[in-house]
Nanobody, 115 residues
Framework: QVQLVESGGGLVQAGGSLRLSCATS????????MGWYRQAPGKQRELVAT???????NYADSVKGRFTISRDNAKNTQYLQMNSLKPEDTAVYYC?????????WGQGTQVTVSS
């Protein structure tokens, strides 16, 4: 059974940094694509960043140049390094992974950026 477990969220001041981690219960090689999404109160869930098994990355315009997505195949973990955080980055961040059958989601981790 595939499980995704996020960690690394918390409270940070504007301009600060956080690194989110998403550990998988299976080999990361089964996933064609992994990514991070976020959902702020009263808003729809939105894409933050994705990374393919080949290492190709994609970012939302709002985070380009500030966030970096990566994956460590040996540790079966993907990361989201978030720098220069802004109050508008406040949201629950969800890990996502897609294999040939379906998409999987983590339980989410709260990121709060204070002004």
């Amino acid at each position: 059974q595939v499980q995704l477990v996020e960690s690394g969220g918390g409270l940070v001041q504007a301009g600060g940094s956080l690194r989110l981690s998403c550990a998988t219960s299976v080999s990361i090689f089964i996933f064609n694509e992994m990514g991070w999404y976020r959902q702020a109160p009263g808003k729809q869930r939105e894409l933050v960043a994705t990374i393919t098994s080949g290492g190709r990355t994609n970012y939302a315009d709002s985070v380009k140049g500030r966030f970096t997505i990566s994956r460590d195949n040996a540790k079966n973990t993907q990361y989201l390094q978030m720098n220069s955080l802004k109050p508008e980055d406040t949201a629950v961040y969800y890990c996502n992974a897609v294999d040939i059958v379906r998409a999987y989601w983590g339980q989410g981790t709260q990121v709060t950026v204070s002004s």
